[in-house]
């Protein structure tokens, strides 16, 4: 397992590889590091370019290890085109399930960004719920960086 932590425009990230995928990114309060890895520098140079709006999607190699259940959620989510939002009960009542199971299967999420949880709002578009460094700051940046690009 590597890591690596850059500066980017929403503070520190820390990316995590192991078995040459991506398996964790997040804020992070840890300071910058430098490394050699390729898949990590490619992994920081595509999540840069997407802050500074000139990237709308992320196409490293990811694994996120969870239950099955939460798989389903993260595959979901991660249909929800760039710039727009849903609501945790929109995913509830897509997946059959309680909004609050949704929540908490987004908590798990390791994959910030590439597994936008940032776009679920709740039902009445209240940003509620980020478990990344920053929390609810940490998702209106990453919403208004979308919000900005779209067209």
Request: charged letters at 25%; hydrophobic letters at 35%; aromatic letters at 6%.
């Amino acid at each position: 397992m590597s890591s690596y932590v850059f500066k980017s425009l929403i503070g520190n990230i820390e990316v995590i590889s192991g078995n040459n995928k991506i398996t964790g990114i997040s804020r992070t309060r840890k300071a910058i590091t430098n490394t050699k890895d390729k898949l990590l520098l490619r992994a920081a140079f595509q999540i840069n370019a997407y802050l500074a709006r000139k990237r709308r999607s992320l196409s490293f190699p990811t694994r996120q290890m969870g239950t099955r259940f939460q798989n389903r959620v993260w595959n979901h989510l991660r249909r929800v085109p760039y710039g727009r939002t849903t609501s945790y009960g929109q995913i509830a009542k897509k997946l059959r399930t309680s909004p609050r199971a949704v929540g908490r299967a987004l908590g798990r999420n390791n994959l910030m960004m590439s597994v936008p949880c940032h776009r679920v709002v709740s039902k009445d578009g209240k940003l509620t719920g980020f478990t990344s460094v920053g929390g609810i700051k940490t998702k209106k940046k990453l919403l208004n960086v979308e919000q900005k690009t779209r067209k």
